[in-house]
């Protein structure tokens, strides 16, 4: 079974600032790679995906993320927050030729201060 | 847009009923799933569907059970339920060969 490692359970960031969100997978098979965004009390939403082609992926709501094989990494970056992005982020990674399970991270609970 | 809907937003239980939690997808996809959601421990897979009548297990199947009988509903069933059956529960359909996951918006369950 895959592996999936967010590093930060919590991430408070000044409004206007930058942030990063760092994700870890164990696989060293070819994976697809996902951000999901879960707002309070509602389901997730896909934020980007990587499947193939170029590493570096933009999303909704100006969130990028930028696959990294040799470091099995898929971090999600924005360069300016807005109080609005106050939510749990969710990366999920599935293997190429296994279908469409997901296996997810714990989560990152991203709060912007005002 | 694709809808998922699930059954109930929010549900309380005793300890030892059997309870269903419904989902439904209006987009004909193929694939439908069911996690649980725990603080700390991210989504974690119980069941999932590739077609009617059609179950695999996931990661935690242990005290669940699943019903499809049409393509556009997902059952999840808990036998006889448990105090640390108490969590979020969330459904997920997608089409056959797409990786993204479309959700529900989950059902919060408390079991007493």
């Known amino acids: 079974a895959q592996s999936v490692t967010q590093l930060d359970s919590q991430v408070p960031v000044f409004e206007e600032a930058p942030v990063e969100l760092r994700c870890n997978y164990s696989s060293s098979v070819s994976v697809y790679l996902f951000w999901y965004v879960q707002y309070p009390n509602q389901g997730l939403q896909l934020l980007l995906k990587y499947l193939s082609g170029s590493t570096l992926v933009k999303g909704i709501n100006g969130f990028e993320a930028e696959f990294n094989k040799s470091q099995t990494s898929f971090h999600l970056r924005k360069p300016s927050v807005h109080i609005s992005d106050t939510a749990e982020y969710f990366c999920a990674v599935s293997v190429v030729g296994t279908g469409n399970q997901f296996y997810f991270g714990t989560g990152t609970s991203l709060t912007v201060i005002p | 847009d694709v809808k998922v809907t699930q059954s109930s937003r929010y549900l309380v239980k005793r300890t030892g009923e059997k309870v269903f939690l419904e989902c439904v997808q209006d987009m004909d996809h193929e694939n439908m799933f069911w996690y649980r959601q725990d603080p700390g421990l991210g989504l974690r897979l119980i069941y999932f569907?590739?077609?009617?009548?059609?179950?695999e297990k996931g990661d935690i199947p242990e005290g669940y059970s699943v019903s499809r009988e049409k393509k556009e509903r997902f059952s999840l069933i808990l036998e006889s339920a448990s105090t640390n059956q108490t969590s979020m529960y969330l459904c997920a359909s997608s089409w056959q060969g797409s990786y993204e996951q479309y959700f529900g918006p989950g059902t919060r369950l408390t079991v007493t």
């Open positions: 569907s590739y077609d009617v009548k059609m179950k």
